[in-house]
């Protein structure tokens, strides 16, 4: 990563972040049992109003439709308190309850909430939240929908006029504000749509979409509120009674196999729909076959003949793993940074590792500098995207240990995993530190069911930063993204491994020969500082290295390590300060002297045939330069 993409806090700081996040632990846990108690629903709701008012100032003061400026000092920070599982029961299992029944710090299992929204909503960079009527017009309680607010790109409570809360989790929120908190996305169920902004000011419960309609019906709702350019609407009917057909019947079943014309075109339509989306989640075999069959139905079908060269192309990287580069370097602008990539996997396999749980091996012997394999992200988000955000997580599991974690790319993968739920088990099979639901998905009511905190592990075990993409990116906005495969190859500072990125298709190289069952490896923190490579390591991905370089390296007394250091950043500096190209004498002996004086700090015997990576920089600066 690029310096200006981490974040570095003294003590004082780290401690201020610390306190905060312990002392709401303990007065969360203080105030557990109490019973609800009712608000002033007026005030509570002017609240509401009030920082929904002051938000859009904001965002209009910066442009309409636009947000405010990210301050230059600033980031995003949260606990991580201790996970609670999502709610496995069906709807009709659960006995309704009311607001009046909440208790402090509970998960009310076996329970139901319904509820309708009385405010506006009020949006935050990391959650959500608006005021909620129960049963009663005096009883209102806050509900807080906390980082996973949106719905195919629309705010979840926005969309909703009322909702049905599923074995609620009553709290304090971040700021020490009594809550209902929705941590996963199926725990919170729209029983009522309606994307009217002023919705929430009527009294009656009988406006809006309600749910139980057929496929057809969805469809027809659908078309009038695109009519009327109602588009959060039209995308809510159309997405639910997609939601319905799926329950009710597999796509392909609209198959008519009617030899009538206009039969034919829909039969014909159908199949491009099914191979575009199995193209889309890289399954180019069904694709291929979906594709052939549109063409026996419309020979004459430019789309599915497009389709069907370029699913040769991706047979062809799947097979050979031969990649046109320069075309996806030229594609990026196009693709957003997604190139049409297939993945090429066959030379390795996953498999138990005497390093750490599951390892990455070869399948066959690998020449050095040749591709070991290249895959597609299957979840990025780049710096330039709105999607991109960071935040300053303290994690009182581990003892309060302070992380910035990539909020935005952990929002984006349970989106894509809701959206596709074939997907889930792979991510679920990667390693994480909490077991949540198992590695199995699981659905409930046709909603996939998907522990966020089980989904924010994997993420912080398992994502890759990308390094700085354009100038104005930095640690608040740092490009990340999480790809399955790679995700299985273990830490070594010595590793036979090392990645390239064009995009989001990530290669991976062979940096000397690798034999078949040898494990594959990668350095994950490429600094020469042991001590902070040792930080990083174990914040990050939560281990310690032994491998024989970190045991040389601790062997040597911390001046040795800090004066090699010292003479590194010496190093560094004349780097920066000195062009290699033409370089002079004077030039060339200086970077000498600073390659013995580091030399002197290694020693021969004990770093024989081991990197020494305090040498890399000025070592490259002299063959730029023209010297042995």
């Not at 846990?29 to 009712?38: L, M, S, V």
């Not at 005021?131 to 906390?146: H, I, S, T």
């Not at 040769?312 to 996806?328: I, L, Q």
């Amino acid at each position: 990563m690029a310096a200006n993409t981490t974040i570095f806090l003294t003590p004082e700081e780290s401690g201020r972040v610390q306190t905060t996040v312990r002392d709401l632990m303990q007065k969360r846990r203080d105030q557990r049992g109490q019973k609800w108690t009712a608000y002033d629903s007026i005030s509570l709701i002017q609240e509401a109003t009030s920082a929904s008012l002051l938000q859009d100032l904001s965002c209009a003061a910066f442009g309409l439709g636009g947000a405010p400026k990210k301050s230059q000092d600033t980031i995003i920070a949260y606990g991580i308190g201790v996970p609670y599982l999502p709610s496995t029961s069906k709807l009709q299992d659960l006995v309704p309850m009311k607001l009046s029944d909440l208790c402090m710090e509970t998960h009310h299992r076996g329970r139901v909430l319904s509820l309708r929204r009385v405010s506006p909503v009020v949006e935050m960079k990391s959650s959500s939240w608006a005021v909620f009527q129960g049963d009663l017009q005096n009883e209102v309680e806050r509900l807080e929908v906390f980082l996973h607010t949106s719905q195919n790109g629309h705010n979840t409570l926005n969309l909703g006029f009322e909702f049905l809360v599923k074995e609620p989790y009553y709290t304090l929120n971040n700021h020490g504000q009594r809550t209902i908190r929705i941590d996963h996305p199926s725990d919170l169920i729209i029983s009522t749509y309606n994307d009217d902004p002023e919705s929430w000011r009527r009294r009656d419960r009988s406006e809006g979409l309600q749910r139980d309609y057929t496929p057809v019906e969805y469809k027809e709702l659908g078309n009038t509120a695109l009519h009327d350019k109602k588009y959060a609407m039209a995308l809510a009917h159309y997405a639910e009674g997609l939601r319905v057909l799926t329950i009710q019947t597999d796509a392909l079943e609209s198959l008519t196999h009617d030899e009538d014309g206009y039969q034919k075109d829909l039969d014909a339509k159908a199949y491009f729909r099914a191979g575009t989306a199995a193209y889309r989640l890289s399954n180019f075999r069904d694709a291929k076959g979906y594709f052939a069959e549109q063409l026996k139905l419309l020979p004459g079908s430019r789309l599915a003949s497009t389709y069907l060269e370029k699913i040769e192309v991706r047979e062809h990287e799947m097979s050979d793993g031969v990649y046109d580069m320069d075309k996806a370097l030229r594609s990026l602008s196009k693709t957003k940074g997604r190139p049409d990539a297939a993945d090429f996997v066959r030379r390795t396999k996953v498999k138990s590792s005497p390093v750490s749980g599951k390892g990455l091996f070869a399948a066959e012997d690998i020449e050095h500098n040749d591709i070991i394999m290249c895959e597609k992200a299957f979840c990025v988000v780049w710096g330039n995207e709105n999607e991109a955000f960071s935040a300053l997580t303290c994690d009182v599991r581990d003892n309060a240990a302070i992380r910035v974690f990539p909020a935005g790319l952990h929002q984006a993968v349970v989106q894509k995993v809701m959206k596709n739920p074939s997907q889930i088990e792979k991510v679920l099979d990667l390693f994480g530190d909490n077991e949540g639901l198992g590695k199995r998905p699981c659905e409930r009511d046709g909603i996939p069911v998907v522990d966020t905190f089980q989904i924010h592990d994997i993420v912080q075990r398992n994502a890759f930063g990308l390094g700085q993409q354009s100038e104005d990116e930095d640690y608040r906005n740092a490009s990340t993204g999480l790809w399955i495969r790679a995700s299985y190859i273990n830490h070594s500072c010595i590793g036979n491994a090392k990645k390239e990125l064009v995009g989001d298709l990530m290669v991976i190289r062979a940096t000397r020969k690798i034999l078949a069952g040898e494990e594959i490896m990668h350095s994950y923190d490429k600094t020469s500082d042991y001590d902070a490579r040792m930080k990083a390591l174990y914040l990050t991905w939560g281990f310690h290295c032994s491998c024989r370089l970190c045991i040389v390296e601790a062997q040597d007394s911390p001046a040795l390590r800090k004066k090699r250091l010292m003479l590194e950043n010496d190093a560094d500096l004349f780097i920066e300060r000195t062009k290699p190209a033409g370089a002079g004498i004077i030039a060339v002996n200086r970077a000498k002297r600073l390659r013995r004086s580091i030399e002197e700090t290694l020693n021969e015997k004990r770093y024989k045939n081991l990197p020494r990576r305090a040498l890399v920089g000025i070592e490259q600066w002299l063959q730029t330069a023209g010297c042995r």
